[in-house]
């Protein structure tokens, strides 16, 4: 009982939240966005070593994914974000030496030192001038690094920037955690972002630290540097198998945040830009899991024809399944109205409300 007390507590405190950070930016705007997905499939069917068949269907059911896009053991997310990026350089005959900025966004990095961007603009043929910055946040880190690109595109002697987003969740999830295994799929995007005629972009940025240890690696890091014993793999409280080096997810405290977050982040903006979700085009909510997105839609009222899910074929990419679900299912997004919303782990939640306009979205890479 008291732990049910404790998580509608915090819902509610959730929900009564009303200060955010809010930016806003002129003539600046997204040009371009691609996408890379492993070429291996994982389907969740196959999870019988961990589940009963009955278990299975449950589980898909709910979370509505059925197969994750798997990378090899020495492929990293930066290779798919090189894919994805190459794939738009190509597609939108982007002059290289145009790009002023390169952003890398990971939770799954090459290395603790150096960062990956650098890395990215030697193998991207970029000239030794472009400024390169790695940044790191969970599932609400496609719309934090959004703002940033958009931040530093907006500043005199900055015009492009590319920015990368990708996740190989695979190689930090054990595959015999009942929660983890059958949610991570692995992605790499590539969004251009550039100073143009478009209207203004509203970002609304939150977070919540107190909501820390409901998602989290405990070892590995400089407050808990790895051992032997950090790899070592034991059946936990909670009846999952894992290490202390893979990933934990408190389920329930998970969902108690997102239902109290997401619906009054987006109701925030839209009463910001004095609109209703009537009058939106598209809402593309970070892809978490099929059950909580479609309590969003319909505790907001959103006809689910503008909510377009991908979850079903690549699961949860984490901070990479926003641009992901709009090359996957979107295709076009010129002169539409747009929210997007992201939220995991820091705790750490974003929406934000774009209306792009001579943005090309590439077909899909796989590799």
């Known amino acids: 009982m008291g732990y049910w007390i404790k998580s ?14 809010t930016i806003k930016f002129k003539k600046v705007g997204i ?23 009955e278990e299975i269907e449950k589980t898909v059911n709910s979370i509505g994914i059925k197969e994750k896009r798997i990378a090899d053991i020495d ?23 145009t790009i002023d900025m390169v952003l890398f966004l990971s939770q ?53 920037v590319l920015l990368l987003v990708g996740e190989t969740f695979s190689k930090i999830v054990n595959n015999k955690d009942k929660v983890n295994a059958p949610l991570y ?18 970002f609304c940025l939150y977070s919540d630290g107190e909501g820390a240890p409901a998602v989290m690696i405990p070892a590995g890091g400089f407050r808990k540097p790895s051992n032997i014993d950090s790899h070592v793999v034991s059946e936990r409280e909670d009846g999952n198998s894992r290490s202390d080096s ?13 239902l109290g977050v997401v619906p009054k982040g987006v109701k925030e ?35 689910l024809e503008k909510v377009p899910y991908c979850i079903e074929k690549y699961g949860n990419t984490s901070s990479s399944s926003i641009p992901l679900t709009i090359v996957s299912e979107l295709k076009d997004i010129n002169n539409k109205k747009m929210v997007i919303c992201g939220f995991g782990a820091g705790l750490s939640w974003a929406t934000a409300y ?14």
Request: aromatic content about 10%; overall charge negative.
């Open 8 to 21: 509608f507590d915090r819902w509610w405190l959730y929900a009564s939240i009303i200060n955010m950070a």
């Open 31 to 53: 040009r371009a966005i691609a996408a890379c997905i492993p070429k291996k499939i994982s389907s969740n069917y196959d999870l019988c070593n961990i589940m009963s068949d």
């Open 75 to 97: 492929v990293c997310s930066s290779d798919l974000c090189f894919k994805a990026a190459e794939k738009l350089l190509e597609d939108n005959q982007i002059d290289r030496s």
């Open 108 to 160: 799954t990095p090459d290395f603790i030192i150096p960062a990956t961007s650098p890395s990215l603009q030697h193998r991207l043929g970029l000239q030794k001038s472009t400024a390169c910055m790695d940044l790191s946040l969970g599932c609400s880190g496609y719309v934090y690094a959004l703002s940033t690109a958009f931040a530093y595109a907006s500043m005199d002697g900055i015009n492009r």
């Open 185 to 202: 799929g692995d992605a790499g995007t590539a969004t251009l972002v550039e100073k143009g005629n478009e209207e203004d972009s509203i």
């Open 246 to 258: 893979e990933l934990f997810m408190d389920g329930m405290d998970v969902f108690n945040f997102a």
């Open 269 to 303: 903006i839209l009463k910001i830009v004095s609109l209703t979700a009537n009058d939106i085009d598209y809402i593309v909510f970070h892809q978490s899991n099929k059950f909580m997105t479609d309590f969003f839609v319909k505790k907001l009222k959103i006809d």
């Open 354 to 367: 774009i209306e792009p306009n001579n943005c090309l979205i590439s077909e899909l890479v796989e590799y």
